[in-house]
């Protein structure tokens, strides 16, 4: 037992070790190398964006990157800051302040551990897929509003938090627009895109940060161009090791922030099970998804205190990964020493880089998580996907992404509940039962594959889950059919389990007629339901002779009482 628990826990590291080569070796050290270089420009943009500092950004992608390849259950997953976060910690931070942020980051590691440890993660990826897309195309829109005034320098110091408030604001001051500034944004965007044309393994963010931070240096130095915002204009650069900062935890403040490390929570889980799903597409292997949940919780309780922001598997770093022919874990670790060299060694020149450049570089990853092509197939499918994906989408926009993440899980249960009402059928039967199609019974009755029933008996079949959605219809049933058979028969052989508000129908329908002096009898009961039922009063209101395994032993029984109640009446007379 011990045994089967430590292996569904252990982290593919552990196991890709036992035969790690040299030539696995040279494969993650190119692939980390290019990865760590790659992930340079986005930590830094994903950590302004989100409100704090850049090199807290490169942190989290050092520290969390570490941990999520030491720990995860995926071998070419890369963890680190992720836009999708953007929009979140960006509100907890002006809301709470850097410390708020430390604890609903801490609060989210904990719940994403017991996610882990209590093997959710396969339940987690059953969240509707036009619910996920909603999400992340409002993210994307939203990141996309944010970058406005860098990308064209309009110079705004208080930037709205709502959408609309926002846009307007941008209207109102698009006369100051700053045209060097503009003119780096959108080449910075050229670049970005021209390099993917040219090749897919050469980091167009990375080339594009380069060039516009070279050629805005020379624009400064020697043309007396001054307009060029840059990250030294408005960041103090660290370029130390991150200190360990105690977090002050106590009741009021975890029960402030708790809504917001939930969404932090569910939004990492989503994404890194995500991140995983697609990497096991490109290299057909299978990840461990609780294990990557205990890794991204023990990521995001240790990152914040070294000054780090919410971090989840990121997608793009890990196809990055898988292109440049990453086998292992090794690479992701190799990638996060590549970070700590660039903030040790070369984070003194990050204070170069134009805002404008970043605001371009973020403009793509926005355009890149949209998925618009996604957005518009999913609309076309059905109105409930239609309805389900502007409701999400407009939430993340409009309102917040904590509600929208509420909101979207509750509609992925309703929709669930739906799904799994529909797919219960409830029929009913008085004459005669075909079982030509049927193998329930291990008794061999191949010349007689019609079973005839008796007078006064009623067969109701149930095919599916009897939960609570289908207890109320079952009921319902009965009472439209008003009938008063002598016996009724309730055959579950397609009855999976039956919860808590199931049994208690069943339990008031048996109380009922045994009132009316109606027998019901249970057939085809399965061991799961079976041991439900014993937990009930079901047994002792019909007996433990009228729980039947098959159809078979169920009519014999429906004969005998039938026969009883005959002679008795008989008798009587």
């Known amino acids: 037992m011990k045994l089967d628990i430590l292996k569904a826990y252990q982290p593919a590291l552990f196991v890709a070790l036992q035969d790690y080569n040299r030539e696995k070796f040279t494969a993650d050290l190119l692939a980390g190398v290019i990865v760590g270089i790659v992930a340079l420009p986005l930590a830094i943009a994903f950590g302004i964006a989100s409100g704090v500092s850049p090199e807290k950004g490169i942190y989290t992608a050092v520290i969390a990157g570490f941990i999520v390849s030491f720990l995860g259950g995926s071998n070419v997953q890369i963890g680190g800051p992720t836009g999708a976060f953007i929009v979140i910690v960006y509100g907890i931070v002006e809301n709470y302040g850097a410390e708020g942020l430390a604890i609903a980051t801490v609060l989210a590691g904990i719940m994403l551990l017991l996610m882990g440890f209590l093997k959710l993660g396969s339940v987690i990826q059953y969240i509707p897929y036009p619910i996920v897309v909603g999400f992340t195309s ?34 109102q001051h698009f006369n100051q627009i700053n045209l060097w500034a503009a003119l780096i944004g959108i080449v ?96 057909g292997q299978k990840h461990n998804s609780n294990m990557e949940l205990v890794a991204q919780g023990a990521a995001n309780i240790v990152t914040p205190f070294f000054g780090g922001i919410p971090a989840t598997g990121a997608i793009a770093r890990t196809m990055t990964n898988i292109n440049n022919g990453g086998k292992t874990p090794v690479a992701g670790i190799i990638h996060a020493i590549v970070l700590l060299f660039v903030v040790l060694f070369l984070g003194d020149l990050t204070k170069h880089i134009p805002m404008a450049c970043l605001a371009g570089i973020l403009v793509i990853v926005s355009y890149n998580m949209s998925e618009w092509r996604i957005f518009v197939a999913q609309a076309k499918q059905s109105k409930s996907n239609l ?41 009913v039967i ?44 079952f009921d319902e049933l009965m009472r439209e059919l008003g009938e008063r058979p002598q016996i009724r028969i309730i055959r579950m052989r397609k009855v999976p389990f039956i919860d ?13 007629s045994r009132k009316e002096k109606i027998q019901v009898i249970l057939s085809g009961v399965n061991d799961q339901v079976r041991s439900s039922l014993y937990k009930s009063n079901i047994p002792s209101i019909i007996g433990d002779d009228n729980i039947c395994s098959d159809i078979h032993l169920a009519l014999e029984r429906a004969r005998l009482l039938s026969a009883r109640k005959n002679n008795s009446h008989s008798t009587e007379n």
């Open 138 to 171: 409002g993210i994307a829109l939203t990141i996309f509003s944010t970058q406005i005034n860098d990308l064209f320098g309009l110079g705004i110091e208080k930037i709205p938090s709502d959408f609309f408030q926002k846009w307007t604001s941008y209207f």
């Open 188 to 283: 910075s965007i050229i670049i970005i895109q021209g390099t993917t044309k040219i090749s897919k393994k050469i980091p167009g963010s990375l080339v594009a940060l380069v060039v516009m931070t070279v050629g805005a240096f020379l624009l400064k130095k020697y043309f007396g161009i001054q307009g060029i915002e840059t990250i030294g204009d408005r960041f103090t650069i660290d370029s130390r090791l991150p200190e360990f900062k105690p977090i002050g935890l106590d009741l009021t403040s975890v029960r402030t922030l708790f809504p917001s490390a939930f969404t932090i929570a569910m939004l990492g889980a989503i994404e890194s099970l995500l991140s995983a799903t697609v990497a096991d597409g490109a290299t």
């Open 387 to 427: 309805a389900v994906l502007i409701t999400t989408f407009t939430l993340t926009v409009v309102f917040d992404l904590t509600i929208a993440i509420e909101i979207g899980l509750l509609l992925a249960v309703f929709l669930f509940l739906k799904r799994v009402s529909e797919s219960t059928r409830i029929s």
């Open 430 to 473: 008085s004459d005669k039962l075909d079982l030509s199609k049927e193998t329930e019974s291990k008794i061999i009755h191949s010349e007689k594959d019609i079973l005839y029933l008796p007078k006064n008996v009623d067969i109701y079949e149930i095919e599916g889950p009897f939960f609570f959605g289908v207890a109320n219809r």
């Open 500 to 512: 808590s508000t199931g049994l208690k129908n069943l339990e008031d329908l048996c109380k009922n």
